[in-house]
């Protein structure tokens, strides 16, 4: 069965480490999105992709990199881990952009913690 | 941009239905989803409307009024699993025909004995 991935899936790390999160999805979907769920701020949008070498930067996309090398990955990267980034990542994808409705597929998520 | 707003937290007994609303404020509006969120897990798709009306789905409902940027989620006969956070998410088209989601904060319901 298709499904999407994330790992690790409970991250601690040190202030000022280079962290990377991964997202392997199986849907062959275009659309790949990373987010971060924070509470009393919801499920904010760090960085979104609709294709193999296109990336864009959502609301709260400082201090996090993407890069989309082929349909099923989109690895996020944390240059340089702030405390502030602590929180709950969670990566989707869907199928298509225009004309029908396109419901994300979530992946379990990834609890990080930075000390 | 967008501006969503729902519930922060409702409670509701076993068996009794509950509205969820949604209110919206967007520019380019291109569909409306709910989705489903167990504490300590991923959000699941629930219902997705793009036209005024109501769009039925076994005992979830869910309604959208476009011109009054207004949305509800319709819970039937509540079961105790039910209790989870519902997300109200936006659909905006942006220049070049792409589409961005964006999500409310989540009303957590509490369904009761």
């Known amino acids: 069965d298709a499904e999407i991935t994330q790992s690790p899936r409970h991250k601690i790390t040190e202030t000022g480490r280079q962290v990377t999160l991964a997202c392997h999805q199986t849907?062959?979907?275009?659309?790949m999105f990373w987010y971060r769920q924070d509470l009393g701020h919801g499920l904010r949008l760090i960085h979104y992709?609709?294709?193999?070498?296109?990336?864009n930067k959502g609301e709260v996309s400082d201090g996090y990199s993407v890069s989309r090398s082929n349909t099923e990955d989109l690895p996020l990267t944390l240059e340089s881990a702030a405390s502030s980034q602590t929180s709950v990542y969670f990566c989707?994808?869907?199928?298509?952009?225009?004309?029908?409705?396109?419901?994300?597929?979530f992946g379990p998520g990834t609890r990080l913690t930075v000390l | 941009g967008q501006n969503i707003d729902q519930p922060t937290e409702m409670t509701a007994t076993e068996g009794a239905i509950v509205q969820i609303n949604c209110t919206y404020q967007?520019?380019?509006?291109?569909?409306l989803f709910w989705y489903q969120q167990h504490a300590g897990e991923a959000p699941t798709f629930l219902s997705y409307?793009?036209?005024?009306g109501l769009e039925e789905k076994g005992r979830f409902s869910s309604f959208l009024s476009r011109s009054k940027g207004y949305s509800y989620l319709l819970l039937k006969e509540l079961q105790m699993k039910d209790s989870a956070s519902y997300l109200c998410?936006?659909?905006?088209?942006?220049?070049?025909?792409?589409?961005?989601?964006?999500f409310g904060t989540g009303t957590k319901l509490q369904v009761i004995p």
């Open positions: 992709s609709y294709g193999v070498q296109d990336t």
């Open positions: 409307n793009v036209l005024d």
């Open positions: 998410a936006v659909r905006d088209e942006e220049s070049g025909g792409y589409q961005k989601v964006t």
């Open positions: 849907w062959n979907h275009n659309n």
């Open positions: 989707a994808s869907s199928l298509g952009t225009s004309g029908s409705y396109n419901e994300q597929f």
């Open positions: 967007t520019s380019g509006f291109n569909g």
